[in-house]
Protein backbone atom coordinates (compact mmCIF):
# COMPACT_ATOMS: atom_id res chain seq x y z
CA UNK A 1 0.00 0.00 0.00
CA UNK A 2 2.29 2.19 1.02
CA UNK A 3 4.70 1.59 -2.12
CA UNK A 4 0.67 2.25 -4.31
CA UNK A 5 1.05 5.37 -2.81
CA UNK A 6 4.48 6.61 -3.44
CA UNK A 7 4.23 6.10 -6.99
CA UNK A 8 0.57 7.81 -6.87
CA UNK A 9 2.66 10.77 -5.47
CA UNK A 10 5.57 10.95 -7.69
CA UNK A 11 3.63 11.09 -11.07
CA UNK A 12 3.95 14.17 -12.71
CA UNK A 13 0.26 15.51 -12.57
CA UNK A 14 -0.38 15.36 -8.74
CA UNK A 15 2.73 17.41 -8.51
CA UNK A 16 1.59 19.68 -10.89
CA UNK A 17 -1.97 19.76 -9.26
CA UNK A 18 -0.30 20.97 -5.94
CA UNK A 19 1.72 23.72 -7.43
CA UNK A 20 -1.22 24.96 -9.06
CA UNK A 21 -2.89 25.28 -6.11
CA UNK A 22 -0.01 26.89 -3.97
CA UNK A 23 0.34 29.54 -6.74
CA UNK A 24 -3.50 29.77 -7.28
CA UNK A 25 -3.62 30.88 -3.53
CA UNK A 26 -0.46 33.10 -3.85
CA UNK A 27 -2.27 34.83 -6.89
CA UNK A 28 -5.85 35.35 -5.08
CA UNK A 29 -4.32 36.99 -1.87
CA UNK A 30 -2.64 39.47 -4.33
CA UNK A 31 -5.97 40.10 -6.00
CA UNK A 32 -8.01 39.97 -2.48
CA UNK A 33 -5.07 42.56 -1.92
CA UNK A 34 -5.64 44.89 -4.97
CA UNK A 35 -9.60 44.84 -4.96
CA UNK A 36 -9.96 45.37 -1.11
CA UNK A 37 -6.84 48.06 -1.10
CA UNK A 38 -6.60 49.34 -4.68
CA UNK A 39 -9.62 49.04 -6.65
CA UNK A 40 -12.61 49.32 -4.46
CA UNK A 41 -11.29 52.84 -2.55
CA UNK A 42 -11.04 54.15 -5.84
CA UNK A 43 -13.97 53.16 -6.68
CA UNK A 44 -15.66 54.39 -3.26
CA UNK A 45 -14.07 57.69 -3.95
CA UNK A 46 -15.57 58.00 -7.27
CA UNK A 47 -18.74 57.11 -5.68
CA UNK A 48 -18.06 60.07 -3.06
CA UNK A 49 -16.98 58.07 -0.18
CA UNK A 50 -18.38 55.22 -0.25
CA UNK A 51 -17.49 51.84 1.60
CA UNK A 52 -18.90 49.08 0.23
CA UNK A 53 -18.04 47.25 3.26
CA UNK A 54 -20.53 48.95 5.32
CA UNK A 55 -23.47 47.87 2.94
CA UNK A 56 -25.43 45.84 4.79
CA UNK A 57 -29.02 45.31 5.88
CA UNK A 58 -29.68 43.98 9.52
CA UNK A 59 -31.85 40.30 9.55
CA UNK A 60 -32.74 40.21 13.11
CA UNK A 61 -32.05 41.62 16.66
CA UNK A 62 -28.37 43.80 17.20
CA UNK A 63 -27.20 43.94 20.70
CA UNK A 64 -28.10 46.97 22.81
CA UNK A 65 -24.21 47.05 22.98
CA UNK A 66 -23.91 47.05 18.70
CA UNK A 67 -27.26 49.56 18.44
CA UNK A 68 -26.92 52.20 15.66
CA UNK A 69 -23.35 50.33 14.52
CA UNK A 70 -22.10 50.15 11.34
CA UNK A 71 -19.08 48.16 11.47
CA UNK A 72 -20.27 44.85 9.32
CA UNK A 73 -17.51 42.69 10.70
CA UNK A 74 -18.43 43.79 14.66
CA UNK A 75 -21.75 42.70 13.98
CA UNK A 76 -20.94 39.73 11.78
CA UNK A 77 -18.37 38.76 15.04
CA UNK A 78 -21.76 39.41 17.59
CA UNK A 79 -23.88 37.01 15.80
CA UNK A 80 -26.16 39.15 13.89
CA UNK A 81 -27.43 38.14 10.95
CA UNK A 82 -26.56 40.15 7.97
CA UNK A 83 -26.70 40.72 4.28
CA UNK A 84 -23.98 41.84 3.64
CA UNK A 85 -24.59 42.94 -0.20
CA UNK A 86 -22.03 45.48 0.22
CA UNK A 87 -18.88 42.38 1.20
CA UNK A 88 -20.66 40.83 -1.93
CA UNK A 89 -20.28 43.45 -4.22
CA UNK A 90 -16.13 43.69 -3.62
CA UNK A 91 -16.31 40.02 -3.71
CA UNK A 92 -18.25 40.01 -7.25
CA UNK A 93 -15.34 43.00 -7.99
CA UNK A 94 -12.47 40.19 -7.07
CA UNK A 95 -14.06 37.58 -9.22
CA UNK A 96 -14.14 39.46 -12.28
CA UNK A 97 -10.47 40.49 -11.52
CA UNK A 98 -9.42 36.93 -11.32
CA UNK A 99 -11.55 35.83 -14.27
CA UNK A 100 -10.36 38.61 -16.30
CA UNK A 101 -6.53 38.50 -15.68
CA UNK A 102 -6.88 34.59 -16.09
CA UNK A 103 -8.31 34.92 -19.85
CA UNK A 104 -5.66 37.16 -20.46
CA UNK A 105 -3.60 34.79 -19.12
CA UNK A 106 -5.03 31.78 -22.17
CA UNK A 107 -5.02 33.92 -24.53
CA UNK A 108 -1.20 34.70 -24.24
CA UNK A 109 -0.17 31.47 -23.87
CA UNK A 110 -2.59 30.26 -27.22
CA UNK A 111 -0.89 32.76 -29.53
CA UNK A 112 2.84 31.67 -27.67
CA UNK A 113 2.43 28.01 -28.26
CA UNK A 114 1.42 26.62 -31.41
CA UNK A 115 -2.01 24.36 -31.37
CA UNK A 116 -1.17 20.65 -32.20
CA UNK A 117 -2.38 19.57 -35.40
CA UNK A 118 -5.37 16.97 -33.84
CA UNK A 119 -4.37 13.93 -35.55
CA UNK A 120 -7.05 12.66 -38.10
CA UNK A 121 -9.25 9.88 -37.34
CA UNK A 122 -8.22 6.44 -39.26
CA UNK A 123 -10.52 5.61 -41.60
CA UNK A 124 -12.97 2.70 -40.90
CA UNK A 125 -11.70 -1.19 -41.80
CA UNK A 126 -14.97 -1.23 -44.57
CA UNK A 127 -13.39 1.69 -46.00
CA UNK A 128 -10.05 1.37 -46.22
CA UNK A 129 -11.16 -2.31 -48.03
CA UNK A 130 -13.05 -1.06 -50.66
CA UNK A 131 -10.52 1.45 -51.35
CA UNK A 132 -8.07 -1.48 -52.08
CA UNK A 133 -10.32 -3.21 -54.32
CA UNK A 134 -10.90 -0.07 -56.26
CA UNK A 135 -7.04 0.70 -56.48
CA UNK A 136 -6.46 -3.24 -57.57
CA UNK A 137 -9.32 -2.70 -60.44
CA UNK A 138 -8.14 0.34 -61.46
CA UNK A 139 -4.59 -1.41 -61.44
CA UNK A 140 -6.04 -4.20 -63.67
CA UNK A 141 -8.17 -2.29 -66.25
CA UNK A 142 -4.69 0.01 -66.68
CA UNK A 143 -2.52 -2.95 -67.48
CA UNK A 144 -1.66 -3.95 -71.11
CA UNK A 145 -4.53 -6.15 -71.91
CA UNK A 146 -6.50 -5.33 -69.41
CA UNK A 147 -10.34 -4.55 -70.29
CA UNK A 148 -11.07 -0.87 -71.28
CA UNK A 149 -14.87 0.62 -71.91
Known amino acids: MIQEFKAFIARGNVLDLAVAVMIGAAFGK ?4 LTEDVIMPVIGKVFGGLDFSSYFVTMGPVPAALTGSTDYAALKKAGVPLLGYGEFVTQAVNFLIVAFIIFLLVRAVNRVVPKAEAPTPADPADVVL ?6 ELRAR ?7 TE
Open 141 to 147: NAAPGGR
Open 30 to 33: IVTS
Open 130 to 135: LREIRD
